[in-house]
């Protein structure tokens, strides 16, 4: 059983619209992390959590938001897409106690038209 | 903050030739180092996790060396396959909040028959 699980994954959005990529755990780790991965710049930070209720900014939080209302599922929330934003975003989640080892979802690719 | 540079972007070798990677670290305090692997279309998956005690791990068919006098990290493919075309990326745990790593741009790896 995949342990990191996304959805949907692949969307379609246009500019303007609104965009709610999910996220769920089954590893019972404390901490989640959204990543944006684009050619060129590897995965950038975009959002992480270190517990239910708990959301931080990463290294680019413009233009996302992100809620974390259980242990389980983190979201990634595009209010007012932009094509910019079209890019494959990965999730994953990591224990505090397991050396700050990631392990990722399998992805969800965005188009934004 | 922690600042990761990986070299070279793309690589090509031929099949039973070794293949290096390299990535240079910014910050000398970091402690936690991850080599992650993406097949086309699919997930990263954890290759190796050292930590700056050890300065030498290997895996099946790779060696990682941690050079912390330079602060540089290496993967090493000995005897490359076409099984180990793929995308590596090279991660840093941030010494000022271990919950977060800075990831490398990545290299790109074409194992030529």
């Known amino acids: 059983e995949a342990a990191v699980t996304q959805s949907p994954r692949n969307k379609v959005a246009v500019t303007g619209g609104k965009v709610t990529l999910s996220c769920n755990q089954t590893?019972?780790?404390?901490?989640m992390y959204w990543y944006r991965q684009d050619t060129g710049h590897g995965l950038r930070l975009i959002h992480y959590?270190?517990?239910?209720?708990?959301?931080e900014k990463g290294d680019i939080p413009d233009g996302y938001k992100a809620s974390r209302p259980s242990q389980e599922n983190f979201s990634l929330i595009l209010e007012l897409a932009t094509p910019s934003q079209t890019s494959v975003y990965f999730c994953?989640?990591?224990?505090?106690?397991?050396?700050?080892?990631?392990?990722f979802g399998p992805g969800t690719r965005l188009l934004v038209l | 903050g922690e600042q990761v540079e990986q070299r070279p972007p793309h690589l090509s070798v031929r099949e039973g030739d070794s293949a290096v990677i390299t990535c240079t670290y910014t910050?000398?305090?970091?402690?936690?180092f991850f080599w992650y692997k993406q097949e086309p279309g699919a997930s990263l998956q954890l290759l190796m996790k050292?930590?700056?005690?050890?300065e030498i791990n290997e895996g099946q068919g790779f060696t990682v060396l941690l050079n912390k006098k330079d602060t540089r990290l290496s993967l090493n493919l000995t005897a490359a396959h076409p099984g180990d075309s793929a995308a590596y990326f090279c991660?840093?745990?941030?010494?000022?909040?271990?919950?977060?790593?800075?990831f490398g741009t990545g290299t790109r790896l074409q194992v030529l028959p």
């Open positions: 991660a840093v745990s941030s010494s000022s909040n271990t919950n977060k790593v800075v």
């Open positions: 590893n019972n780790h404390n901490n």
């Open positions: 910050d000398p305090n970091s402690y936690y």
């Open positions: 050292v930590f700056s005690s050890t």
């Open positions: 994953a989640s990591g224990g505090t106690g397991d050396q700050d080892t990631q392990y």
């Open positions: 959590s270190y517990g239910a209720g708990s959301t």
